[in-house]
């Protein structure tokens, strides 16, 4: 129905339109496409009555400044007297006892949350196959997978359920589902957003990240979302800039990096570097610089990435034990048997393979073979990518290796190919840099096509200004 | 046991000594941290790991910290970074604790000791570092579950640690004794064995004497006092001679103690080592100690024991005894510092806070700091006695109770008013005298006759019939005179 915030912005100024009407048009689409499973939960009830106590303080000027937004929030992140299982069984029955910060911020502003979104157990998976409670189905071609881990994030936006949805991004888990679905996906710097009230997959890691239509509806949401929170004591206490006032076209010449391997190997998928070539050639007519450079570390990326975030898991999961909330296993005798037989009936195969892979990387007899050693290429990784930015305003690269791909293609035997998907968006991750995935075309069977811009530590004005700029043509 | 085969053996011991931080609240969440609440009441959704919580360092723990190890002469690590200690319990809400694995806060430092016998030794430590607590698991007599107290859960602690320089119970004892007094004197801990505030585990082995291999060590846990500690280290000592004398071998192992049959009892073998996999706390960033901030902490810590009995021995002349009792609370302590202040008369002063105010701080169990008499009193006391104008018998028994339950007035115009003020004038004691000679006349004449002792007898008669108040020395130069007359 509407585009962008701004629009409804200017129909509710009209009164061309109310909020509940807005809502109500969410819910029909939302029971329209019911079987893309985007949604655990839908606050039917709850989102109406909103709408209508939030339509009367537009009546008396006294609206917050996001009224009109509807947002989906991933089952990873906290809302006060809601459930919240990262859709795992584990959590069964789990309600959240207090929201998270940044999402209070936004409901503070009169944001409606229409609905709790399906994802991949604990975010872990790029496929949203992984979910206790079923694959989420691509809007674009419901034979295929939306990405993840937020599927249902992704489709929730793409099909038109909601305005906007929180998800969360670890190693590409907001930008590959946004590319796959032909959205704006964005991951801001990490510690820009406090993690207060985001189910922790890999800490070190982890973002709250926003799935939007357009850039414009990023900007403004990100101003809400960032910003210090005393509950988190890694957040940045940096300013949080007007995003939304800081979107004009950048005039001055821009330096951009592409990675050249990237765009010539056979594992990128031909139309995929077609379309960012096509990108290339547009910045180049419009008079910006775009030169290759080499980052010969980037194979070292994606392993890397599973060992120190896998070890971060196996900690972070831990709680997870039947003893104060969630799944207990019926079947315990006594203390071993409650560990043991909760965490094997409750965790998914893909969680607990990763629980077992950090367990071992943090083992003392192999921590200094693996955890020590990736901690320093992360650090390596790391140096050399600022060194690399340093010289460019901003890095592109395809956001991922192909197109959406087919439910069940990739199984036990093949896992290691998935994990392979995810090349191109852990590196922003294990760096903590800003990136944003846009849509930048169609391949042959008119699967969507993204494009991913990795910009400077904490340049998320500019970053937002120069996709809004590469979305337009 | 023979002694002589116990005599073969030198005792090896090193203790883990964990002490709750006298904090408000939690080390990283803000519900309150208190003894004795109603169970899983001091409880947020921090303590209680609910997913997507966070922690947050409790600064007043780290700087407790930091008191503790400048008065363990420890260094200060600089760069400071928490870890996880990755194991499973109920009583473990996160699946793992926050501790300190690589950077402790504190690093070496010593701290002396004395036995009671006399023995002086240095006992260094290894390290301090900072820590969680965990919950309390309940097994309850004739139940088959286990029910979970989560209040103690995140309750801050250090950790001290000491290097295996401990060769007899009771160093150990003293070594106890010694860590209490001093967070008892920094505020930090109340110290409370009993109730678990202040606990120790001891890792103990004993190896002929001369043999530089250490034996292989047992951990003993449980011991709720330190009188405990010192016996189950001599009982665990015994224990591990007997086996070695039969021939057998030191199994490494926990052991618990068992204070009412003074046992220790295996708890767990440690063959299969516990793998924690300690791993950098991502949620919480390091923590730097800068040398302003040490400086700042430096300027804050109270004057130390061991500096008081410096002070209290060399500066003050006072005997080792005194100054040891002196020191043994830091109130007590800085009272007494307070008197000496306005006087010069140590002694007095010491035996004024060791005698009198001790007994009846004792009596009524108050503490010093509800003791109604101010320092500056006590040295109008001492005064009085030091004039001559009182004895200190009179003083310390009749003055002194009447002082405390009227403070507000001088002890001067109290002993007045009570008419205690000793007499020197010999026109008032002349005549006492004279009647006290009159009615021993008997005693006089056995006294002419040689039998000198008998001039305590009227010099009590004479002090008896002052009613106290008689200046003793003129009396008995009177009492002399008028017999020799």
Known sequence: ?473 | MDKSVIEKYELVVGLEVHAQMLTKSKAFSSEANEYGALPNTNVSVITLAHPGTLPKANRKAVEYAVKMGLACNCSITEYNIYDRKNYFYPDLPKGYQITQDKTPICRGGYIDIKTKSGRRSRIRLNRIHMEEDAGKSLHLEGETETLVDLNRAGVPLIEIVTEPDIRYPEEAYAFLTEIRRLVRYLEICDGNMEEGSLRCDANISVRLKGSKELGRKVEVKNMNSITNVQRAIEREMLRQIEIIEKGGTIASETRMYDAVNNQTYSLRTKEALNDYRYFPEPDLPPIIITEEYLREVRAMMPPLPNELFIKFTSEFGLPEYDAGVLTDKKEIALYFLEICKLTQNYKAASNWVMGPIKSYLNELTMEIKEFPLKPSQIVELIELVEQGKISFAICSQRLFPAFIENPNTTALALAEKMNLIQVSDTSFIKPIIEEVLANWAEKVEAYKKGNKNLLGLFMGEVMKKGKGKVDPKVATKLIQEMLDA
């Open chain 1, 1 to 473: 129905m509407y585009s962008s915030y701004q629009e409804i912005r200017k129909a509710l100024q009209k009164k061309e339109v109310r909020v509940k009407e807005i809502v109500e048009y969410y819910l029909r689409k939302i029971e329209e496409t019911k079987h893309l499973n985007a949604y655990l939960e839908v606050y039917a009830e709850e989102a109406l009555s909103r709408a209508d106590e939030i339509d009367k303080k537009l009546q008396a000027g006294k609206a917050g400044n996001l009224a009109g937004m509807v947002i989906t929030h991933k089952d990873v992140i906290c809302y006060e007297n809601h459930r919240l299982q990262a859709s795992s069984k584990i959590l069964d029955g789990f309600v959240a006892q207090f929201t998270a910060p940044s999402l209070q911020r936004m409901l503070d502003a009169d944001v409606i949350v229409i609905g709790r979104v399906n994802c991949d157990e604990f975010a872990m998976g790029g496929s949203n196959e992984n979910s206790a409670f079923g694959v989420v189905r691509n809007n674009i071609d419901p034979t295929r997978v939306p990405g993840g881990s937020s599927g249902g994030s992704a489709v929730s936006v793409s099909a038109d359920t909601c305005l906007i949805s929180l998800g969360s991004d670890t190693g590409g888990s907001v930008r590959q589902p946004a590319a796959f679905t032909g959205i704006v996906g964005f991951k801001p710097t990490y510690s820009r957003i406090s993690r207060y009230g985001l189910i922790a997959y890999a800490s070190s890691f982890d973002t709250i990240g926003v799935l939007a239509k357009n850039v414009e509806d990023t900007a403004l949401v990100m101003e809400y979302l960032a910003g210090k929170d005393e509950y988190d004591a890694t957040v940045s206490q940096k300013p949080v800039p007007p995003y939304s006032q800081l979107l004009e076209i950048p005039t001055h010449q821009l330096k951009i990096g592409y990675i050249k391997e990237v765009l010539e190997t056979e594992a990128v998928q031909k139309e995929i570097k077609e379309a960012v070539w096509r990108k290339i050639e547009q910045f180049r007519a419009d008079g910006h610089e775009v030169i290759p450079v080499d980052f010969p570390l980037y194979e070292y990326a994606l392993p890397t990435y599973y060992i120190l975030t896998t070890a971060e898991a196996s900690t972070n999961l831990s709680r997870y034990d039947g003893v104060r909330y969630g799944y207990r296993s019926p079947n315990a005798v006594d203390v071993e048997t409650l560990y043991k037989r909760t965490r094997s009936e409750g965790f998914g195969p893909e969680v607990k393979r990763r629980i077992m892979l950090g367990t071992f990387v943090l083992s003392a007899s192999y921590y200094d073979a693996y955890f020590t050693k990736a901690q320093k290429v992360r650090r390596i990784i790391r140096d050399e990518m600022l060194k690399l930015l340093n010289n460019l305003d901003f890095l592109i690269t395809p956001t991922t290796p192909t197109t959406a791909f087919e439910i069940g293609k990739y199984n036990e035997e093949n896992v290691l190919e998935l994990y392979y998907a995810d090349i191109l968006t852990v590196t922003p991750s294990l760096c903590g840099l800003p990136a944003i995935s846009i849509p930048i075309g169609l391949d042959e069977k008119n699967l969507p096509i993204g494009l991913q811009v990795t910009a400077k530590y904490f340049e998320e004005a500019s970053l937002l200004a120069f996709a809004k700029y590469a979305m337009q043509n």
